[in-house]
């Protein structure tokens, strides 16, 4: 008795460690494969939001360039200021003393990544160094390993921020693919998406834009946009969506933050996506047609619900928020609200904004699992 | 043969078998250097099902389990036997040789376990063990040489404890302890050198190629910590198993001087444990120090990226085993009749372990979603949040280990009546040093919210500094003023059976410890089978999720169970006679 009592006692205790470690937050890893896209036909703005989205993922500069005091605070510091300081400072030896201009705060910061070690900002230095030595990892070596392309992507972000015209070379079709990781450090790593599909689909576009049969008229069709515009035109109206409004359209429709949420791949996968899309959405019954949804979840994604409202942390907000809507709609008017969207109109939305042919393009099965849903949905 | 003769023959056979061990391989530098190999996703072995990762997983941390406890037995029986020489309490011996004759069953376990282990890696791991050999070169050789002496040492320490057991001879039998525990230590050393090198590699240029000897890689910079850490883990981790020995013997023993002698047992095993995880948060921020100092980037994955839940995970279970110490602690103040008076510190003491253990449960940096971040109100709680960071947790850690070594002391002085003259005054000094020692560790504390995050850690060393010092002060005074004390009745065997469950806490608690924390250190490499050298491109070169992780490592611990089970089986089936045979005799 008192050897099984003494056992149960110790399994207990080990499935308690255990069930605590699946309480915790799941981190779930990428498995993907890194892959590797072109960088052919990037414009300088497409080159900035390539650096930035490098600067917080593959090059993990944040992890320590943040406000926490490991490494000066980049993203938030006067650099305009600050760059020609450390240029003229006497303890500063490298490439660039002495120098001044875009030019050499480009080979400084290119330095300061090639060569941490090259000047080391006061009070930042390997403890014991005298500031005579960088913590910092050199990130054209492992483990960031950053390419040439790369580096200069992070150099063109930086002389951006510091609201310098960048002074780097665009990259060549002779350049190396930037090859980009799976972000894991720091916060949750959502996935990195590799298709096109999976792309227009995470983040909604067919929700304003006719594509995949959407019909969507509240931004101009995307077929065949690889003809009327040329690829860094493209890159240029997803990250800064205001820069060129195509005609009938109005300005400041479209999120301005797919800069800062796509990675730096999958802008470019989703560049090469819409660049081959044919000149006109496929007629129906091609085969190519959506299965119908089978769960409320598939349901909104199908339709894309998230690319305008915010749904489970998706903060879009051209429609209003759906988490908790089932606390303040019932059923019947929710159901209402999608068919006939202009038939009320929340407080502080527009009218005419909402897709009014829901109706037709959802299943009787689909639009009664999105309402299920929805009025399921915590606040 | 003399001594001098048998270590000429020794460094002939390292030269003969690993020439590099002592010389720069100079020739190397002009030949052409290769580089680690780069092994791409298909040059991985695929056999049938099985998960590569899980089976040298499984294997590794069942090796390291069985190692720790063949390791740490021997150092627990060599101070054991060495405290019975000076007490000239046989109880210590008798102990000693009790446990050194599990350790021989659970040996050549260890040793079956380890020869799995290198299978699986060979078979599923080629590259990476081709690469090893090529830096270790003859240093594998070496280690296997040293685990056959290793293996004499053992069965001579052990077989000679009668015949060396009295007088003089009683220094020879120590003396081949300590030759045991030498050879075990550098055994450990040696696989240590391994590990570190995959964290943190040295004498190899940014590609892999070799470039420096077999020491400059064993001597890489993650080396010394590991020893460190993980020699102290090995006197507590054999007492915490020696003490759930001892419970379960004292829980099943009906002779109440059996009862005695286990209970004994199990408190000299519980006190061992405790000394050895006293100084171990030290070792393991010396250990992340010198993480950070190697790689800020993996020293930020550890404690403030993808890896930080498993602090929090690390914290339930220290918390665990600081509780359920002091519990016994607490439960054995029964076992005199003046610890009635001390019991009423003990709610004070249980407010301060339990609040220190709340804090250190406090995470500060958590993988939110954008909901929770908004429910919250910002990425940390406003209330909550200050406690989740260093100077904080360091504050909660230091003053958990003064107060569990005031358990200690307590009990202790529960049985003795100091009868020198400056006792009070020795009394006021003692108080004295935890007053401005818990002070001083408050105020560092204090001081490590004000202060930039670069210098919290430095705050933690005057805290450090203080705990010691209560420690070691306290137990200088009271040998002093306890010399000649009045000595009161410990009526062993005292103590209630729930007390005897905390026993089992500790070596429950310390296995999946041990576990998680293997898991933490090859996950910090994350996908580099050597870091920044070597990739690891196999199809499970990502970091597990938690409970993924959890089963692995609950799995194995019950399998460890399972094995100690059987060895301590094995131990009595030893001492059982069949019955009416010796009447017959």
């Known amino acids: 008795m008192t050897f099984l009592r003494v056992i149960g006692f110790s399994v207990l205790l080990l499935l308690g460690y255990m069930g605590f470690a699946h309480m915790l937050p799941q981190v779930v890893p990428d498995t993907s494969e890194p892959v590797e896209v072109s960088t052919e036909g990037l414009d300088m703005d497409g080159f900035i939001a390539l650096g930035e989205n490098i600067f917080k993922g593959k090059g993990t500069c944040t992890l320590c360039h943040n406000g926490m005091g490991r490494a000066p605070d980049t993203l938030e510091m006067d650099m305009a200021a600050t760059y020609p300081a450390r240029l003229a400072d006497p303890r500063y030896k490298g490439v660039a003393a002495g120098k001044e201009g875009p030019k050499a705060i480009e080979e400084y910061i290119h330095e300061s990544m090639v060569a941490p070690s090259a000047f080391v900002v006061e009070g930042f230095g390997k403890k014991g160094t005298n500031d005579t030595e960088s913590p910092m990892p050199t990130v054209n070596m492992p483990p960031i390993e950053l390419n040439d392309v790369e580096m200069n992507a992070v150099t063109a972000f930086l002389q951006d921020l510091a609201g310098l015209e960048p002074t780097v070379p665009l990259p060549s079709a002779d350049d190396a693919p930037v090859a980009e990781e799976p972000a894991t450090e720091g916060g949750e790593p959502a996935p990195l998406l590799t298709s096109g599909e999976a792309i227009v689909d995470e983040y909604g576009c067919a929700s304003c834009h006719d594509l995949g049969g959407s019909g969507a008229d509240l931004g101009p069709s995307l077929y065949g946009i690889g003809k009327r515009m040329t690829r860094a035109e493209v890159i240029e109206s997803i990250i800064d969506p205001n820069a060129v409004i195509a005609e009938g359209y109005d300005a400041d429709f479209m999120p301005a933050d797919f800069g800062e949420s796509l990675r730096g791949s999958e802008l470019l996968v989703l560049t090469d996506y819409l660049m081959a899309l044919p000149d006109a959405a496929p007629a129906a019954g091609d085969g190519k047609e959506e299965p119908l949804a089978t769960t409320g979840l598939e349901a909104i994604d199908k339709f894309g619900c998230a690319g305008c409202h915010d749904l489970d942390g998706s903060e879009a907000d051209i429609g209003p928020k759906l988490n908790g809507i089932g606390k303040r709609m019932t059923a019947d008017e929710v159901k209402t609200a999608i068919i006939d969207p202009n038939a009320t109109i929340a407080d502080g939305y527009e009218a005419d904004m909402m897709p009014d042919d829901f109706a037709d393009q959802m299943d009787d099965s689909e639009l009664s699992l999105i309402v299920d849903y929805l009025m399921n949905l915590p606040e | ?585």
Request: aromatic share 14%; proline share 4%; charged share 10%.
């Open chain 2, 1 to 585: 043969m003399k001594l001098s003769h048998l270590l000429a023959l020794f460094a002939a056979v390292v030269l003969l078998v690993s020439p590099d061990l002592v010389f720069a391989a100079a020739d190397e530098a002009a030949a052409v250097l290769e580089g680690a190999p780069k092994p791409s996703r298909l040059d991985y072995p695929l056999i049938g099902g099985i998960s590569a990762r899980t089976v040298v997983w499984s294997a590794a941390q069942m090796h390291l389990f069985l190692a720790a406890f063949v390791l740490a037995v021997p150092l627990f029986a060599i101070a054991t036997e060495f405290m019975s020489v000076v007490t000239g309490d046989d109880r210590f011996d008798n102990m000693a040789r009790e446990f050194m004759k599990i350790t021989m069953a659970a040996y050549s376990l260890t040793a079956l376990v380890g020869g799995g282990l290198l299978l699986s890696l060979l078979v599923f791991y080629p590259h990476l063990m081709e690469y090893l050999v090529r830096v270790f070169r003859g240093q594998m050789l070496i280690y296997a040489m040293l685990f056959g002496l290793e293996s004499i040492m053992l069965y001579v320490y052990f077989y000679s404890w009668d015949a060396l057991r009295r007088g003089n001879r009683k220094w020879y039998h120590m003396s081949i302890g300590l030759l045991l525990n030498t050879v075990g230590l550098t055994l450990m050393f040696i696989a240590n050198a391994w590990v570190s090198f995959m964290m943190s590699p040295a004498g190899v240029d940014p590609t892999g190629a070799v470039t420096g000897t077999v020491w400059e890689a064993t001597r890489n910079p993650l080396w010394n910590p590991l020893n460190l850490h993980r020699f102290l883990a090995n006197i507590a981790y054999g007492g915490a198993i020696v003490g759930g020995y001892a419970a379960y013997m004292f829980l099943a023993e009906k002779d109440p001087e059996k009862k005695a002698h286990y209970d004994w047992m199990g408190y000299t095993s519980n006190f061992i444990a405790i000394l050895g995880f006293i100084p171990l948060p030290f070792a393991g921020y010396w250990l992340m120090a010198e993480i950070y100092a190697y790689s800020q980037q993996m020293g930020i994955t550890a404690m403030g990226g993808i890896l930080a839940w498993l602090f929090i995970i690390q914290a339930v279970l220290i918390g665990t085993i600081m509780l359920a110490a002091n519990y016994y602690l607490w439960s054995g103040l029964m076992r005199t009749d003046r610890g009635a008076q001390y019991a009423k510190y003990v709610k004070y003491i249980a407010v301060v372990i339990v609040g220190g253990f709340l804090v250190w449960l406090t995470p500060h940096t958590l993988i939110l979603t954008a909901n929770e971040i908004q429910n919250l109100g910002g990425t940390h709680h406003k209330i909550l949040g200050p406690l989740g960071i260093m100077p904080a947790k360091n504050t909660a850690v230091n003053l958990m280990l003064v107060f569990t070594f005031m358990s200690f002391q307590l009990f202790y002085r529960s049985s003795r009546i100091p009868t020198v003259s400056w006792a009070k005054s020795g009394n006021m000094i003692v108080v004295a040093l935890y007053v401005v020692g818990i002070i001083n560790i408050v105020g560092a504390g204090i001081y490590g919210y004000i202060t930039p995050t670069v210098y919290k850690v430095g705050a933690s060393v005057p805290q450090v500094v203080s705990t010691l010092t209560i420690i070691i002060g306290s137990v200088i005074i009271d040998v002093f003023m306890l010399r000649g004390a009045k000595a009161e009745k410990v009526h062993w065997g005292r103590m209630t059976e729930r007390s005897q469950y905390a026993l089992f806490v500790l070596p429950v608690a310390f296995t999946w410890l041990m576990g998680l924390m293997g898991y933490i250190r090859s996950s910090l490499r994350t996908n580099w089978h050597v870091y920044t050298v070597m990739k690891d491109n196999s199809p499970e070169n990502y970091i597990p999720t938690l409970g993924d992780a959890g089963n692995v490592i609950t799995a194995i611990t019950l399998g460890f169970m399972a094995i100690m089970v059987f060895v301590f089986w094995l131990s009595r089936l030893g001492q059982t006679k069949q019955k009416g045979t010796e009447d017959a005799a």
